[in-house]
């Protein structure tokens, strides 16, 4: 993670080696733009059309620096329209930025921001764009295109009471969301549910955050039949971890419940061969839960949160669940499985149960759920349904952290396709509409608590190039919305 710190010097004495700034468009001419504190003259001789310089999103240039500066370079980034509020506006600008700045020891960001929510926002942004994933990675290739090692953010509010308490925050999100990533980039041979059980209490170490595991035999003990149907398959069995953040002055009690499939072949029902490489990325729900449990206790939130992690491998095998087989929810709800690849409302669904029983006041549950939520909505906007008031509290808390959710309806003729002959329900029901079937399915479980599902099938995994702060591969999508919602809320 870059290091990050704040300044109100102007970037022309600055000991870096890039200066970053922004590009608008003034009267459809592109426009050199800065902080209010930064001195642009040395810049009027620049043709920036002669350059090939664009306002437009994700557009990225580097020119030398001009005399005086001690940067070898200046990196000018377009700003793009203003969709999604000014601070996303910002944070995305920032993010292209850093993305380029690969191999680079330090980097000053100098854009246009008048508000202290502007000024993290614009940090928040060059630390997500700093993001590299290199594992696996030997030789040359695990070194080259690190990451730029620090970042100064010019502003004149550096000395700002809100911009330095927010430097503190920052530092977490990026955590947070470079955690998440980790994860979802992580090969499956090697994050299976154990394995991804142990990560979770070598993360929870210093945090006061209590990892409890439930294994096989607890599971077994427990009545957990949505996590054991759809483990079954696997030589590598189940897991329900608990991380629990709990306040001693806590009035609210929220539930984070998330669906970690650290593979899903589709079981019986098995996947095409073409894209299920990237079904190693369908424990992204779990892996954005882990890390907002995390963040929540790092920041010292006023609230009590239980992560709800529900991890299995989705394998076919002669011990694989069959389609017509009936499960038993813990609880005692039977499900008639009709589709094996229908499997994340039934490990979700024990999760649901335990967080009810847990006494949650509130629930969250996130998935990389339906294929319908990409059909419906496309692949950078996830779906929340679920009570009004709490979809409500989401949406709010997306905007506010500058991730894209929309709303979507739980139609009451929908529920009845769900119906099953021979069990309490099916895991199935019609086709149409089937982001709106699973989430009735998944309100069976929540006992009429406040409750919202989201959907972030397609947001969580990028595949296909960068873009903003975005890297290709794991997003960490999601974390921003749920913390953001659990400060709210504390």
Not at 19 to 35: E, K, R, Y
Not at 445 to 459: C, E, K, V
Request: charged share 20%.
């Amino acid at each position: 993670m870059a290091e990050l710190t704040f300044t109100n010097k102007d970037p022309k004495g600055l000991k870096v080696e890039a200066v970053v700034l922004g590009v608008d468009s003034v009267d459809s001419t592109p426009t050199i733009v800065g902080p209010a504190n930064v001195d642009l003259k040395a810049f009027n001789d620049l043709n920036l059309k002669a350059l090939g310089v664009s306002a437009k999103a994700d557009s990225v240039s580097r020119v030398p620096a001009p005399a005086g500066y001690g940067a070898a370079a200046v990196v000018l980034v377009g700003l793009g329209e203003n969709h999604s509020g000014r601070e996303e506006q910002l944070r995305r600008a920032a993010g292209s930025a850093a993305r380029t700045l690969t191999d680079v020891a330090s980097a000053a960001f100098a854009l246009p921001a008048e508000e202290e929510t502007e000024v993290l926002a614009i940090a928040e942004g060059a630390q997500f764009g700093a993001y590299a994933y290199r594992t696996y990675r030997t030789g040359e290739a695990a070194t080259s295109g690190t990451p730029v090692g620090s970042v100064q953010v010019v502003t004149p509010l550096a000395g700002q009471a809100a911009v330095k308490k927010g430097l503190a925050r920052t530092q977490v999100i990026t955590q947070a969301v470079h955690g998440t990533r980790d994860l979802v980039n992580a090969a499956p041979n090697d994050l299976f549910p154990a394995a991804f059980a142990d990560i979770a209490k070598t993360a929870a170490k210093g945090t006061g955050v209590k990892v409890t595991v439930l294994d096989e035999k607890a599971l077994t003990a427990g009545g957990y039949g949505g996590l054991l149907g759809v483990g079954k398959g696997s030589t590598r069995g189940p897991r329900l971890v608990k991380v629990t953040y709990s306040p001693s002055k806590a009035k609210r009690k929220i539930a984070l419940v998330g669906k970690g499939i650290t593979f899903d072949s589709g079981g019986i029902s098995i996947k095409p061969a073409a894209g299920m490489e990237e079904m190693k990325s369908d424990m992204a729900g779990a892996a954005a839960v882990l890390h907002t449990v995390l963040a929540a206790a790092k920041l010292g939130l006023n609230v009590s949160v239980t992560g709800y992690l529900c991890l299995a491998e989705n394998m076919p095998s002669g011990s694989a669940t069959r389609p017509s087989d009936v499960i038993t929810i813990r609880g005692g709800k039977t499900v008639e499985v009709l589709n094996t690849d229908a499997e994340g409302r039934l490990v979700l669904a024990d999760g649901l149960v335990t967080a009810v029983e847990d006494g949650a006041d509130t629930i969250l549950d996130i998935a990389t759920l339906t294929g319908a939520q990409m059909m419906a909505l496309g692949n950078r906007v996830s779906a929340v349904m679920g009570s009004d008031g709490t979809v409500s509290d989401v949406l709010d808390a997306a905007q506010n952290a500058g991730e894209s959710f929309w709303a979507m309806p739980l139609p009451e003729e929908l529920r009845p396709t769900l119906d099953s002959q021979v069990a309490d329900l099916a895991n199935m029901g019609q086709r149409w509409g089937g982001m709106l079937v699973a989430a009735h399915f998944l309100k069976e479980f929540t006992d009429g608590r406040p409750w919202a599902h989201l959907d972030i099938a397609g947001p969580a995994y990028n595949s296909g190039g960068a873009y903003g702060y975005t890297a290709k591969g794991g997003t960490g999508h999601g974390v921003r919305t749920m913390l953001k919602f659990l400060e709210n809320a504390s």
